[in-house]
T-cell receptor, first 114, second 113 residues
């Protein structure tokens, strides 16, 4: 079974621009979560989607948003990029529905804001 | 590869020795705990998990111990190998509060051949 895939793997953007990152979960997984990883703050939860609905949201500004499609694929969007948004953005999937709590991570998208 | 932490605590062990990585968690309501391994350039890889109704769980070469009294979690790796070199994170979750993992800061494990 293929793992979680994320595209693109690397991205360079300029301050003020916006960016969209994509995540395809493991086949059959309905829950997708997004995390931001930085050297200073570590791994921080952004949001979780299940069956196209946002179930939980972390403590990030409204510039960070996401959505999930009917095939469970998810996208996250960051608008008006700031230098501090430079990070590794990780997507994780799990079956959902209470059957299993293990989350499987993708390789991440490395975003650099200049 | 990506830097996952500039000032991570580091554990250096000799190949073949046992490793113990410790983690203090913050939320006494947490009832699910996971250990992840992250190698350079990769996302975190699930190692083992434990529910709060257990004190110990064993996997292949790994054991997780949970002490709820002092909110402490440890990961024991038996016969550590060079391929175990990575950053290890503990994460906690409160299952009835959703699927938000709270991660610890990480520990870098270096295995000397």
């Amino acid at each position: 079974k293929a793992g979680v895939t994320q595209t693109p793997r690397y991205l360079i953007k300029t301050r003020g621009q916006q960016v969209t990152l994509s995540c395809s979960p493991i086949s059959g997984h309905r829950s997708v979560s997004w995390y931001q990883q930085t050297p200073g703050q570590g791994l921080q939860f952004l949001f979780e989607y299940f069956s196209e609905t946002q179930r939980n949201k972390g403590n990030f500004p409204g510039r960070f948003s996401g959505r999930q499609f009917s095939n469970s694929r998810s996208e996250m969007n960051v608008s008006t990029l700031e230098l501090g948004d430079s990070a590794l953005y990780l997507c994780a999937s799990r079956p959902g529905g209470g059957s299993s709590y293990e989350q499987y991570f993708g390789p991440g998208t490395r975003l650099t804001v200049t | 590869g990506e830097s996952v932490g500039l000032h991570l605590p580091t554990l250096s062990v000799q190949e073949g020795d046992n490793s113990i990585i410790n983690c203090a968690y913050s939320n006494s309501a947490s009832d699910y705990f996971i250990w992840y391994k992250q190698e350079s350039g990769k996302g975190p890889q699930f190692i083992i998990d434990i529910r709060s109704n257990m004190d110990k769980r064993q996997g292949q070469r790994v054991t997780v111990l949970l002490n709820k009294t002092v909110k402490h979690l440890s990961l024991q790796i038996a016969a550590t190998q060079p391929g175990d070199s990575a950053v290890y994170f503990c994460a906690e979750n409160t299952l009835n509060a959703g699927n938000m993992l709270t991660f610890g800061g990480g520990t870098r494990l270096m295995v000397k051949p």
